[in-house]
């Protein structure tokens, strides 16, 4: 632990990388946690298919949209790329018990690191990935329709990236305080899942 400590950032980074492929790759000696790796990736198949197409949809949208002088519904792309970072992964958390990252804690990591790990941990989701595809897709559907927008485009991306990953990393640390008891778990599933219920009864209620 005192070698640790001692040792360069990059080198802190290093092994905490190596120790969790270590673990990934140490889990998969069952047939079935094969069998899930396999579920894993087809669904990320699936998942990446539905999110180039949205992506794709999203840029020809954002082209029409300022090519028109309507730019006041680019909000609309920016209120579903929030929700799909912001909500996405608490939905997933809620079914699963994901990778607890206090358990990081327990080594002797400068804050520096343990604050990157985070970061990195946050844009390696899923989730984030895909609001990051539809940013960029955004970003040159605007392009696209107005080559001085570009700059101004880039720079208020960049910043709603940047918002929305620290404002995942702040959520999801306080929902893992909550998803620490299997009880409290099993309560924000039975939430959310009401809530998706209630959401498709409500055009019912509409009409």
């Known amino acids: 632990m005192a070698d640790v400590a001692a040792q360069s950032l990059t080198s802190q980074l290093r092994l905490i990388a190596e120790?969790?492929?270590?673990?990934?790759?140490?889990?998969?000696?069952?047939?079935?946690?094969?069998?899930?790796?396999?579920?894993?990736?087809l669904t990320g198949v699936?998942?990446?298919l539905f999110?180039?197409?949205?992506?794709?949809?999203?840029?020809?949208?954002?082209?029409?949209?300022?090519?028109?002088?309507?730019?006041?519904?680019?909000?609309?792309?920016?209120?579903?790329?929030?929700?799909?970072?912001?909500?996405?992964?608490?939905?997933?958390?809620?079914?699963?018990?994901?990778?607890?990252?206090r358990n990081l804690l327990r080594f002797p990591l400068r804050f520096s690191a343990?604050?990157?790990?985070?970061?990195?941990?946050?844009?390696a989701d899923p989730a984030a990935v895909t609001a990051l595809f539809w940013l960029l897709c955004i970003t040159v559907g605007v392009t696209f329709a107005h080559l001085q927008f570009f700059f101004p485009a880039a720079l208020?991306?960049?910043?709603?990236?940047?918002?929305?990953l620290l404002l995942s990393r702040m959520l999801f640390s306080w929902l893992e305080r909550l998803l620490a008891r299997r009880r409290s778990r099993e309560a924000l599933g039975a939430i959310f899942l009401l809530l998706l219920i209630c959401f498709q009864f409500s055009g019912l209620f509409v009409e």
């Open 114 to 123: 343990f604050y990157l790990l985070g970061l990195t941990f946050g844009l």
């Open 156 to 164: 208020l991306f960049f910043s709603f990236a940047v918002m929305n």
């Open 51 to 101: 999110a180039v197409g949205a992506g794709i949809g999203m840029g020809i949208g954002a082209y029409f949209m300022v090519s028109g002088g309507k730019l006041k519904l680019l909000s609309l792309l920016l209120w579903a790329v929030f929700l799909v970072w912001q909500f996405l992964p608490l939905m997933l958390a809620t079914s699963a018990s994901g990778f607890d990252f």
């Open 46 to 48: 699936l998942g990446s």
């Open 19 to 41: 120790l969790r492929w270590r673990i990934f790759r140490n889990s998969l000696r069952t047939k079935s946690a094969k069998l899930d790796l396999l579920a894993y990736v």
